[in-house]
C-alpha cells in the first residue's frame, strides 16, 4: 500500500468502527448508507490484509491489529484536524468552552469546590460537566476526546495517557457518633463483630477489602450503595460502619451526626491522579485545563483545597 494513495476517509470510517462497534451507527455518524461503510471495511480489510474486525453479539469485535493500529491513527487524525482548523490557541478569559471531567461523587464533594472557584475567577464563560466515574470506559473516553480529564484512585497505565499525582489519602473508619461499641480505636474483633454499608468497587476503592482479605476476613455488609455521599444520613441512624477517604472526613461529620475512628488493620495509602490524554499536538484548552486542575488541587500533605 502506497501511503500517498491512502484515503483519510477509510481512516476516519475505521476509527468509527472501531469506536462504535457497529456498522449502523458508524454509517448514521458520517452521513453515509450502511453499505458505504461496509465497502470502506472491504477495502480497508484488502489493503491491510486483515479482517479487522469480527461480527460477535456485543458488536464489531477488532482484531489485534485493528486494536494496535487504532492508537497511532487517532492521534494522526487529531494532528491532520488541528492543522486543518488551525486550532493553537485558547483564551480563558473569552472562551465559552465545555470541558468534560470523569469524576467520583467524592472528588465532587471534595475536590470540585477549589478547581470551580479558580475556573469562575480566570474563565467565567467557560463550562464545565461532572460524568460518574466508569473506570470501564474511561481510557476510551479520553483518547475519543468524549471527556477531557480523569480524577480517580485506580491506576491507568496507558503510554497515552498523562498522568499527574494530586495529593495522597489514606482511610478511615465512619459510624454514628451514638454508637454503643464503637470508640476512636477499635479492636478487629469489635470491627468484624458490626455489620457494614459498602460502596460499590465501581467508585475504585477496593483497597481496603483487599487487605482485609489478605488477613483472611471480610465484612458482613448489610448494604451495598453507589456512592460514598449517601453515607453520612445513613450511618446517623443505624448501628452500622463504613469506611472512607480521609480527605472527606470532616465534611461527613459536618453533614451528620457520625464520627470517624482508625481502622484495625493496616491498609495502603492511595493516590488521587489526573489523567488526561497525551496528544502529538497538545491541545491548549485541554493543557490549561489540567494546569487549573493541578494548581487547585495539589497540595503539600495531601490536603486539596487548603
Avoid at 467520583?104 to 471534595?110: F, H, I, M, R, S
Avoid at 482508625?262 to 502529538?280: D, G, M, N, Q
Wanted: with cysteine; glycine share 6%.
Amino acid at each position: 500500500m502506497v501511503v500517498a494513495d491512502y484515503d483519510l476517509n477509510l481512516v476516519r470510517t475505521f476509527l468509527l468502527l472501531y469506536e462504535t462497534r457497529s456498522v449502523t451507527r458508524t454509517a448514521e455518524r458520517l452521513s453515509l448508507t450502511q453499505p458505504s461503510v461496509s465497502h470502506a471495511l472491504g477495502r480497508m480489510r484488502k489493503q491491510f490484509n486483515d479482517s479487522l474486525f469480527s461480527r460477535s453479539t456485543g458488536g464489531l469485535q477488532p482484531t489485534e491489529l485493528a486494536t494496535a493500529m487504532y492508537p497511532t491513527l487517532r492521534q494522526a487524525i487529531e494532528v491532520i484536524d488541528s492543522t486543518v482548523s488551525g486550532v493553537g490557541q485558547f483564551d480563558p478569559a473569552t472562551s465559552h468552552r465545555t470541558f468534560r471531567l470523569h469524576a467520583t461523587d467524592l472528588g465532587e464533594v471534595n475536590l470540585l469546590p477549589p478547581v470551580l472557584a479558580r475556573i469562575a475567577e480566570a474563565a467565567p464563560g467557560v463550562d464545565l460537566h461532572i460524568t460518574p466515574l466508569n473506570f470501564s470506559v474511561v481510557e476510551t473516553e479520553l483518547r475519543q476526546g468524549q471527556t477531557d480529564a480523569v480524577i480517580c484512585t485506580p491506576r491507568i497505565a496507558a503510554d497515552d495517557v498523562e498522568r499527574d499525582v494530586l495529593f495522597e489519602d489514606h482511610y478511615c473508619g465512619i459510624c454514628s457518633d451514638a454508637h454503643p461499641r464503637i470508640g476512636p480505636t477499635p479492636t478487629l474483633e469489635e470491627f468484624l463483630r458490626e455489620r457494614h454499608i459498602a460502596v460499590d468497587v465501581s467508585a475504585g476503592h477496593t483497597d481496603v477489602d483487599r487487605s482485609l482479605s489478605l488477613l483472611g476476613h471480610s465484612r458482613d455488609v448489610a448494604l451495598r450503595i453507589s456512592h460514598f455521599a449517601a453515607l453520612p444520613p445513613l450511618l446517623e441512624t443505624t448501628p452500622y460502619l463504613s469506611i472512607i477517604p480521609a480527605s472527606v472526613s470532616e465534611q461527613f461529620c459536618r453533614m451528620a451526626g457520625v464520627k470517624t475512628f482508625e481502622l484495625p488493620f493496616p491498609v495502603p495509602a492511595v493516590e488521587i491522579s489526573l489523567y488526561t490524554y497525551k496528544r502529538v499536538l497538545p491541545d491548549p484548552g485541554t493543557e490549561w485545563f489540567r494546569s487549573i486542575m493541578k494548581t487547585a488541587l495539589t497540595r503539600a500533605g495531601g490536603d486539596p483545597g487548603r
